[in-house]
Each structure stands twice: as C-alpha cells, then as structure tokens.
Nanobody, 126 residues
Framework: EETLVQSGGGLVQAGGSLKLSCVPS????????IGWFRQAPGKEREQVAC??????STYYADSVKDRFTISRDKNTMYLQMNDLKPEDTAVYSC?????????????????????WGQGTQVTVSS
C-alpha cells in the first residue's frame, strides 16, 4: 500500500512558524504532484498548496500565499508555515498523486490524489 508518513505540527503562538514533513511509504517520490490540505472543525477540507516540480507548476490558496512554502527534497516533502494565524488552526494532511500525471494549475481535487498522510494537528494560539 502506498501511503505517506507525516511528522511535525503542534501548538504555536500567532506569528510563529512550523514545518511539516512527509515521507512516502511503499513508493519513492519522483515526478509526482504533491499537495497539502487542511481541515478545520466544521469546515470543508481545503487544499492550501500543491506543486509538481518537473513542470514548474505550483499553487497556493490565497489564505496562505506569501506565508506558506511547499517543497520537496529528494524523498521528503515539506510545508514551511510562517507568520501563523489562529485561523490556520486545522488538521493538516499531505498527499501525492500518480507519478508523471497532473499539474497544480488548477490544483487537482482531493479525489485525484493517490496517497495520503495520517494528518497532524496544528494549533495557533492568539
């Protein structure tokens, strides 16, 4: 089974930073669309960032633009979150699409992602 193993998250004060990581299990990263989603209580899941490096395609939700950065280093994907706000509080999940397929302009819907992380809580206090 192809899945992703997440690490990072936790509690931080407003204005602080956190970095989330994901490593694949059952496969290795190559030419994949990778994305980060979040879901706050009572709200729908929202895709906050997506990238497919091979074709230089990247997406950020307006709510996180200029504060969050999605990246990949060999076999680890990251979400660097700076200047965090209380409204960023949510469960964050990483996802990877099928190899060699898709772009982030526009970002794929969640059902087009093939592998998922287990989710991690990020809480931003005011």
């Amino acid at each position: 089974e192809e899945t992703l193993v997440q690490s990072g998250g936790g509690l931080v004060q407003a204005g602080g930073s956190l970095k989330l990581s994901c490593v694949p299990s059952g496969f290795t990263f190559d030419d994949h669309v990778i994305g980060w989603f979040r879901q706050a209580p009572g709200k729908e899941r929202e895709q906050v960032a997506c990238t497919r490096e091979r074709i230089s395609s990247t997406y950020y939700a307006d709510s996180v633009k200029d504060r969050f950065t999605i990246s990949r280093d060999k076999n680890t994907m990251y979400l660097q979150m700076n200047d965090l706000k209380p409204e960023d509080t949510a469960v964050y999940s990483c996802a990877a699409g099928l190899e060699g397929w898709g772009s982030c302009e526009p970002p794929p819907p969640d059902y087009e992602y093939d592998a998922w992380g287990q989710g991690t809580q990020v809480t931003v206090s005011s």
